[in-house]
């Protein structure tokens, strides 16, 4: 076997199980590290952080180094798409603030040839992360699915009721659908030049999947999703691709079997049971609470072991059901990885 081919990440995606499950945690690279708030504070402005490649490939190597994780993410922001098309981008306390688009006439001010030379400095960021990185731990890039990311675009930021992007989609389909197609044109070029510097996986976030009734999943989640899976498969057919659909419930089957992903990663609310159900034909990752892990403690290892009870037997990548929380003690993240590196009693 090569070096990528030992690599526990990706032999799980593949379709082995193992007795000890591969593991990272979604956004692992982040606040509740001290080491990082240290970094961050070297340059105030977020988007400008990410775009620093020095500062960005350390930041994706910081956990790693501190509990070895199976897998290092790159640190990026999924709005870094709508911002190298062209739409303002800038980040509150509250979080991101984009100059909304709500009809056709705001396509017009968006520029898609510029996106490979804009996010090139992400590229750079993978070639870092990779070199860093110890020999059996993967590189996972990443984008937002198209849906969420056109939550994000229309609305002008975070959410309560998406009472824009809706309206849109629900009042004009095909001018929705024109931008829908849009972004996952774009999320092909920027995925491609992450996988040809490097990223050996790539996990395709789609938070706001379950805001959607089942039509409009299969518009807006499963189809932009079937179109960036089928480009990236034909130009680079051997780099597994994990799809999160959080909040999709019962649209996680018809999801993982139409959309063509190598794995599903399931939300905190997704039973274990039909975990098991999904794993008869790809692999699954999750899904811990992630109040669970501040926490810590006996309630960290019941769950963890009930977890692990439940989905190893089949493909199974244990991560969070969401991200990491900024108040979680790293102390509980390193109990997380000593609990993850021993069997399961009883097997």
Same mark, same amino acid.
């Given at each position: 076997?090569?070096?990528?081919?030992?690599?526990?990440? !990706?032999?799980?995606?593949?379709?082995? =199980?193992?007795?000890?499950?591969?593991?990272?945690?979604?956004?692992?690279?982040?606040?509740?590290?001290?080491?990082?708030?240290? !970094?961050?504070?070297?340059?105030?402005?977020?988007? =400008?952080?990410?775009?620093?490649?020095?500062?960005?490939?350390?930041?994706?190597?910081?956990?790693?180094?501190?509990?070895?994780?199976?897998?290092?993410?790159?640190?990026?922001?999924?709005?870094?798409?709508?911002?190298?098309?062209?739409?303002?981008? =800038?980040?509150?306390?509250?979080?991101?603030?984009?100059?909304? *688009?709500?009809?056709?006439?705001?396509?017009?001010?968006?520029?898609?040839?510029?996106?490979? =030379?804009?996010?090139?400095?992400?590229?750079?960021?993978?070639?870092?992360?990779?070199?860093?990185?110890?020999?059996?731990?993967?590189?996972?890039?990443?984008?937002?699915?198209?849906?969420?990311?056109?939550?994000?675009?229309?609305?002008?930021?975070?959410?309560?009721?998406?009472?824009?992007?809706?309206?849109?989609?629900?009042?004009?389909?095909?001018?929705?659908?024109?931008? *829908?197609? $849009?972004?996952?044109?774009?999320? *092909?070029?920027?995925?491609?030049?992450?996988?040809?510097?490097?990223?050996? +996986?790539?996990?395709?976030?789609?938070?706001?999947?379950?805001?959607?009734?089942?039509?409009?999943?299969?518009?807006?989640?499963?189809?932009?999703?079937?179109?960036?899976?089928?480009?990236?498969?034909?130009?680079?057919?051997? +780099?597994?691709?994990?799809?999160?659909?959080?909040?999709?419930?019962?649209?996680?089957?018809?999801?993982?079997?139409?959309?063509?992903?190598?794995?599903?990663?399931?939300?905190?609310?997704?039973?274990?049971?039909?975990? &098991?159900?999904?794993? &008869?034909?790809?692999?699954?990752?999750?899904?811990?609470?992630?109040?669970?892990?501040?926490?810590?403690?006996?309630? !960290?290892?019941?769950?963890?072991?009930?977890?692990?009870?439940?989905?190893?037997?089949?493909?199974?990548?244990?991560?969070?059901?969401?991200?990491? $929380?900024?108040?979680?003690?790293?102390?509980?993240?390193?109990?997380?990885?000593?609990?993850?590196?021993?069997?399961?009693?009883?097997?």
């Amino acid at each position: 076997m090569s070096g990528t081919q030992t690599k526990p990440l !990706l032999r799980t995606l593949a379709g082995e =199980s193992a007795a000890r499950p591969p593991w990272w945690l979604m956004r692992q690279a982040g606040r509740y590290l001290p080491e990082y708030r240290a !970094l961050r504070a070297q340059t105030p402005d977020f988007v =400008s952080f990410c775009l620093t490649p020095s500062l960005a490939a350390e930041a994706t190597l910081q956990p790693i180094r501190r509990f070895g994780m199976d897998a290092a993410i790159l640190f990026a922001d999924i709005l870094l798409v709508p911002q190298a098309l062209g739409q303002r981008l =800038s980040f509150s306390k509250d979080g991101p603030v984009l100059e909304p *688009i709500r009809d056709v006439a705001g396509l017009k001010r968006l520029h898609p040839e510029r996106i490979a =030379s804009c996010l090139e400095p992400v590229s750079k960021t993978v070639c870092l992360s990779r070199a860093g990185l110890p020999e059996q731990t993967a590189l996972i890039g990443f984008a937002g699915a198209a849906w969420t990311v056109a939550t994000y675009m229309v609305e002008g930021g975070a959410s309560k009721d998406y009472r824009h992007v809706k309206g849109w989609a629900y009042r004009d389909p095909n001018g929705f659908a024109a931008l *829908i197609e $849009l972004i996952a044109d774009a999320t *092909i070029v920027y995925l491609s030049a992450q996988i040809e510097a490097g990223a050996e +996986v790539v996990q395709l976030f789609d938070s706001w999947a379950g805001v959607l009734p089942e039509a409009e999943f299969s518009c807006f989640v499963i189809e932009p999703t079937h179109r960036i899976v089928k480009a990236l498969k034909a130009r680079f057919p051997a +780099v597994p691709i994990i799809g999160f659909p959080r909040g999709a419930g019962l649209l996680y089957q018809r999801y993982a079997t139409e959309t063509g992903v190598d794995a599903v990663g399931l939300d905190t609310t997704a039973p274990l049971h039909f975990g &098991r159900e999904l794993q &008869r034909n790809i692999a699954v990752q999750g899904n811990l609470d992630p109040v669970t892990l501040m926490v810590g403690g006996p309630a !960290l290892e019941r769950t963890v072991s009930a977890i692990r009870a439940a989905l190893e037997s089949g493909p199974f990548i244990f991560n969070l059901g969401h991200g990491i $929380l900024p108040q979680t003690p790293p102390e509980h993240v390193a109990a997380l990885a000593e609990l993850l590196s021993q069997p399961l009693a009883g097997r």
